[in-house]
C-alpha cells in the first residue's frame, strides 16, 4: 500500500452528496497534488513571460523552466534526447499531428493504415479522415473475448499496401496492456512505421521509449497527475526532422519573407505560436512526484487494488466484467443485468463514489460486446482498498435500488 499520500490531493478532502469522496475516474483525469498546483501558481508569481523570444531576465527564466521540463519529461520516458520531445494539448493532437504531418504524405490510393479493434476514438478518426482524403483504408486489428489483440492476425492483415500503424498501450476501456514491444518489432520487419498511444500506460507502468522501440509515442499530462491542455509526442529524430510543420506560425520559424519562410529546428518546429508554459512547468512537476512515490511502487499498489476489487465483483451475481486480458492496467469495466451504466453511476454518486459510464469514446469496443455502455471503475496511486469496499458497497445498493 501507499500510505500518506491521499492528503497530497486537496480535492480528496471534500464531500460529496454528504459522503467523503471516493475518486474512481482517474483513466479520464487524474486529481493533481499540492505540488503541481503550486508549480505552477509559483511560476504565475514569480515568472510569466513569454519564452524564447526575451531578452530580459523574466523571459529566459520561463524559458529555462520550460526547457528544463523538456529534458526532465525525456528522462522520464528515457528518450534519446529531449529534442525528440514535442509539447502538444495532449495525446488526440500528438495523433493528429503525425497524421498530417508524416503518413498524410505517404499515403496513396488504396494504400492501408492498420489500427487494432480496442482503439480511444482519438485514435481512430484522425486515420479516417486521412484515409478519405487520400482514398486509402482503415485495417482492423481484432481482439479476442478476454479483450486481447489476436497477433496472429497481424500476417494477414499486414501488406505491401500497409504504410502505418497506429496502436494504443493500455485500453482505456478495458485496461488490457498490449505486448506493444513485440507489434513494434512485428512492423519493423516489414518495415512499417508505427505510433503507439500512451495515455492510459504512462501514469502505471514504468516506459523506456528506447527499449520498446516505436517511432512515436504520445500521452497526455493530465492522466499523470498534471495539468490539462498539455501532452508529448515523442518521436524519432530522422522522422521529426523529415516531416514538415503541422502549424504555422510564431517560434517555429527562423525566418519569414513574402517569398519563403525557413522554418525552426526540432522539436520547435512543431511547436507554433506561444505554448502552454505552465503546463509544462505542472508536468514536469507531476513526474517529479511520480519519481518520488516510485511509478514501480505505484504499478503494483494499482495491481493489487484491480485484483482485489475484481475479487469481490465477481462475488456479486449478475455483475460482469468487461475486459479480462491476462495483462491489465488498473480499469475495472462492468455491467450489470437489467441495470443501464448510467443509473449505476447515478448510484454511485449519490454514495460519493466518481466513475465513469458510457462507452469511453470505444464506439468499437462496446459495439464487440453487444453492449450499449459500461461503467468503468479506475484506480490510482492516492486510492485504497476501503475505496474498493466502498464501490462493491455501491453496486450492491445500485442492484437493490433497481434489481
Same mark, same amino acid.
Given at each position: 500500500?501507499?500510505?500518506?499520500?491521499?492528503?497530497?490531493?486537496?480535492?480528496?478532502?471534500?464531500?460529496?452528496?454528504?459522503?467523503?469522496?471516493?475518486?474512481?475516474?482517474?483513466?479520464?483525469?487524474?486529481?493533481?497534488?499540492?505540488?503541481?498546483?503550486?508549480?505552477?501558481?509559483?511560476?504565475?508569481?514569480?515568472?510569466?513571460?513569454?519564452?524564447?523570444?526575451?531578452?530580459?531576465?523574466?523571459? *529566459?527564466?520561463?524559458?529555462?523552466?520550460?526547457?528544463?521540463?523538456?529534458?526532465?519529461?525525456?528522462?522520464?520516458?528515457?528518450?534519446?534526447?529531449?529534442?525528440?520531445?514535442?509539447?502538444?494539448?495532449?495525446?488526440?493532437?500528438?495523433?493528429?499531428?503525425?497524421?498530417?504531418?508524416?503518413?498524410?504524405?505517404?499515403?496513396?490510393?488504396?494504400?492501408?493504415?492498420?489500427?487494432? *479493434?480496442?482503439?480511444?476514438?482519438?485514435?481512430?478518426?484522425?486515420?479516417?479522415?486521412?484515409?478519405?482524403?487520400?482514398?486509402?483504408?482503415?485495417?482492423?486489428?481484432?481482439?479476442?473475448?478476454?479483450?486481447?489483440?489476436?497477433?496472429?492476425?497481424?500476417?494477414?492483415?499486414?501488406?505491401?499496401?500497409?504504410?502505418?500503424?497506429?496502436?494504443?498501450?493500455?485500453?482505456?476501456?478495458?485496461?488490457?496492456?498490449?505486448?506493444?514491444?513485440?507489434?513494434?518489432?512485428?512492423?519493423?520487419?516489414?518495415?512499417?512505421?508505427?505510433?503507439?498511444?500512451?495515455?492510459?500506460?504512462?501514469?502505471?507502468?514504468?516506459?523506456?521509449?528506447?527499449?520498446?522501440?516505436?517511432?512515436?509515442?504520445?500521452?497526455?499530462?493530465?492522466?499523470?497527475?498534471?495539468?490539462?491542455?498539455?501532452?508529448?509526442?515523442?518521436?524519432?529524430?530522422?522522422?521529426?526532422?523529415?516531416?514538415?510543420?503541422?502549424?504555422?506560425?510564431?517560434?517555429?520559424?527562423?525566418?519569414?519573407?513574402?517569398?519563403?519562410?525557413?522554418?525552426?529546428?526540432?522539436?520547435?518546429?512543431?511547436?507554433?505560436?506561444?505554448?502552454?508554459?505552465?503546463?509544462?512547468?505542472?508536468?514536469?512537476?507531476?513526474?517529479?512526484?511520480?519519481?518520488?512515490?516510485?511509478?514501480?511502487?505505484?504499478?503494483?499498489?494499482?495491481?493489487?487494488?484491480?485484483?482485489?476489487?475484481?475479487?469481490?465483483?465477481?462475488?456479486?451475481?449478475?455483475?460482469?466484467?468487461?475486459?479480462?486480458?491476462?495483462?491489465?492496467?488498473?480499469?475495472?469495466?462492468?455491467?450489470?443485468?437489467?441495470?443501464?451504466?448510467?443509473?449505476?453511476?447515478?448510484?454511485?454518486?449519490?454514495?460519493?463514489?466518481?466513475?465513469?459510464?458510457?462507452?469511453?469514446?470505444?464506439?468499437?469496443?462496446?459495439?464487440?460486446?453487444?453492449?450499449?455502455?459500461?461503467?468503468?471503475?479506475?484506480?490510482?496511486?492516492?486510492?485504497?482498498?476501503?475505496?474498493?469496499?466502498?464501490?462493491?458497497?455501491?453496486?450492491?445498493?445500485?442492484?437493490?435500488?433497481?434489481?
Amino acid at each position: 500500500m501507499i500510505k500518506g499520500i491521499e492528503s497530497d490531493f486537496p480535492v480528496l478532502s471534500q464531500k460529496v452528496n454528504g459522503k467523503k469522496l471516493v475518486y474512481l475516474d482517474n483513466a479520464a483525469t487524474t486529481q493533481k497534488p499540492k505540488a503541481v498546483i503550486k508549480s505552477i501558481e509559483r511560476y504565475y508569481n514569480e515568472s510569466n513571460a513569454n519564452i524564447h523570444r526575451g531578452v530580459h531576465a523574466l523571459s *529566459q527564466k520561463a524559458t529555462d523552466l520550460y526547457e528544463n521540463s523538456r529534458k526532465n519529461i525525456s528522462n522520464f520516458i528515457n528518450a534519446e534526447s529531449e529534442k525528440q520531445i514535442i509539447f502538444v494539448r495532449g495525446a488526440t493532437e500528438a495523433i493528429n499531428l503525425v497524421a498530417n504531418s508524416h503518413v498524410r504524405p505517404l499515403l496513396n490510393q488504396n494504400d492501408e493504415i492498420i489500427i487494432s *479493434q480496442m482503439e480511444h476514438h482519438a485514435n481512430i478518426v484522425p486515420w479516417q479522415l486521412i484515409c478519405e482524403e487520400r482514398n486509402a483504408k482503415l485495417r482492423i486489428l481484432p481482439m479476442n473475448q478476454r479483450g486481447e489483440l489476436i497477433l496472429d492476425s497481424l500476417g494477414k492483415i499486414i501488406s505491401k499496401k500497409t504504410k502505418f500503424m497506429a496502436i494504443n498501450h493500455v485500453s482505456n476501456s478495458l485496461g488490457t496492456v498490449n505486448p506493444i514491444e513485440e507489434i513494434v518489432k512485428i512492423a519493423h520487419q516489414h518495415k512499417i512505421k508505427i505510433l503507439i498511444d500512451g495515455a492510459q500506460a504512462v501514469q502505471h507502468i514504468p516506459i523506456d521509449i528506447q527499449k520498446i522501440g516505436a517511432d512515436f509515442y504520445c500521452f497526455s499530462g493530465h492522466k499523470l497527475y498534471g495539468p490539462t491542455g498539455i501532452g508529448i509526442l515523442y518521436g524519432k529524430k530522422q522522422l521529426l526532422n523529415e516531416m514538415p510543420p503541422y502549424q504555422g506560425g510564431g517560434d517555429m520559424i527562423k525566418s519569414v519573407t513574402f517569398d519563403e519562410t525557413v522554418y525552426n529546428d526540432v522539436p520547435h518546429k512543431f511547436e507554433a505560436g506561444t505554448p502552454n508554459i505552465s503546463g509544462a512547468i505542472g508536468l514536469s512537476t507531476a513526474i517529479d512526484y511520480i519519481r518520488e512515490i516510485g511509478i514501480e511502487k505505484i504499478s503494483k499498489h494499482e495491481s493489487e487494488l484491480l485484483e482485489y476489487a475484481s475479487k469481490e465483483l465477481n462475488k456479486i451475481d449478475n455483475v460482469q466484467i468487461i475486459g479480462n486480458a491476462e495483462n491489465k492496467a488498473s480499469v475495472l469495466s462492468f455491467v450489470i443485468k437489467n441495470i443501464h451504466p448510467h443509473d449505476i453511476g447515478t448510484i454511485m454518486d449519490s454514495n460519493g463514489v466518481a466513475i465513469r459510464a458510457g462507452k469511453h469514446c470505444t464506439d468499437p469496443v462496446m459495439d464487440f460486446y453487444c453492449i450499449p455502455a459500461t461503467a468503468r471503475a479506475s484506480f490510482a496511486a492516492y486510492n485504497n482498498k476501503d475505496d474498493v469496499d466502498k464501490l462493491i458497497k455501491s453496486v450492491k445498493k445500485a442492484i437493490e435500488v433497481f434489481g
